[in-house]
């Protein structure tokens, strides 16, 4: 069976061809993303409406070519997934009314797919070795910090969230007022390479409470007190602030994701999303999970943050078609 994955909720136009059985892991043909980040850079973050209108721009070349570098055409895809929410509006109705049209012309069925379980369905793409259940789904992106209990295929239970700010946007805040490029994710992480971590101790939010609650805004405005003391703040000082930044979202999301593991007594641990990138988490979540036993997926670093191939990947495992006039984009939805 060969699907393709249209993701468009967000910044990031994406199209991906991907091939195998259903309920089996499925191998990548080809992986189209065309960022717009550079744009969102100069104005320190997202303006949804020109997100939206460089979605209209990308995302027939986007397909086209994904499904060119796969060599297929619209004719021997046999099924079209597509992101329908969470994310922004006029992002997300663009590749929802592409693939519905597509749906329509070439008469393929339509598989909407929750962003959210695309960010753990990375973890299936080219996979050789099986994934065990039960897992604990971590998905660390822009706008979510949430915790899962995975049983089997389509059997979650949500465990808890961020009550504010998502690790994504405390990466995304903190580096804006720190004066560094957007996205502040991948900033950070360069600039706490040369930093100290252990020079400033900002608050590490609900890191002992006893639930699967997040909150990052604390950190956020910590940050800003500090910087606001300093009466210059020099790129060695920044460098430091950063390691410290780290260091603190990425003990917070150890914890909590150990202790879930712990209580549910899970197999595997599944990690997604764009923060899922930063080596500093892979690493310490890696080590701390080995010492118990615990299997630790990760995507590889392109497939942590929003593409196309992780929707077509959850299209493998969630392969539920709907009527192209019964589909729309669904900002608010969260797990389902
Ligand atoms: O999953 P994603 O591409 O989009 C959403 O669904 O939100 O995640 C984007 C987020 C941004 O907040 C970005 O700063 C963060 O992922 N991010 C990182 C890294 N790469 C991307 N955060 C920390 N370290 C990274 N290397
Ligand atoms: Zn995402």
Redesign the pocket.
């Known amino acids: 069976m060969i699907v393709l994955g249209i993701e468009t ?2 910044d ?1 136009t994406c199209a991906a061809v991907l091939e195998g059985r259903l309920n089996e892991s499925p191998k990548l043909l080809s992986n189209i993303v065309s960022s717009s980040i550079s744009l969102h850079a100069k104005t320190g973050g997202i303006i949804p409406e020109v997100a939206a209108r460089e979605q209209i721009k990308f995302i027939i070349p986007c397909i086209k070519r994904a499904l060119q570098e796969s060599r297929s055409d619209m004719k021997n895809v046999d099924a079209i997934a597509v992101t329908y929410g969470p ?1 922004l509006l006029g992002s997300l109705l663009v590749g929802v009314e592409t693939a519905k049209t597509l749906s329509y012309i070439y008469n393929k069925p339509l598989i909407p797919i929750n ?1 959210l379980f695309g ?1 753990i369905y990375a973890n299936w793409i080219d996979k050789k070795d099986e994934l065990e259940f039960p897992a604990i789904g971590l998905v ?5 910090t949430d915790l899962i209990l995975i049983k089997k295929h389509n059997h979650v239970r949500w465990l808890g969230g961020t009550r504010d700010d ?4 405390a ?2 805040k903190i ?1 804006r007022l720190l004066g560094l490029p957007y ?4 900033a ?2 360069k600039a706490a390479l040369s930093g100290d971590s252990k020079l400033f101790n900002f608050p590490h939010p609900l890191i002992d409470s006893d639930d699967f609650d997040f909150s990052f805004s604390g950190l956020k405005t910590a940050v800003l007190r500090e910087v606001q003391t300093m009466e210059q703040l020099d790129n060695e000082t920044i460098n430091d602030i950063c390691a410290s930044v ?1 260091q603190t979202i990425v003990d917070v999301l150890v914890r909590k994701t150990l202790n879930a593991a712990k209580k549910f007594k899970v197999k595997s641990v599944l990690l997604g ?3 899922a ?3 500093k ?1 892979r690493d310490e979540l890696n080590s701390s999970l080995n010492r118990l036993n615990i299997k630790l997926f990760i995507p590889p670093k392109g497939l ?3 593409n196309g191939a992780m929707v077509a990947a959850a299209a493998f495992y969630k392969y539920k078609s709907v009527d192209f006039r019964k589909l729309s984009a669904n900002p608010g939805v969260y797990f389902d």
């Open positions: 909720s967000c990031e994310g962003h960010h660390v992106s822009g706008g979510h998502a690790a994504g946007e990466f995304d580096g996205p502040g994710g991948p950070i992480e780290q999303g764009g923060v990138a930063n080596q988490l942590c943050t929003d």
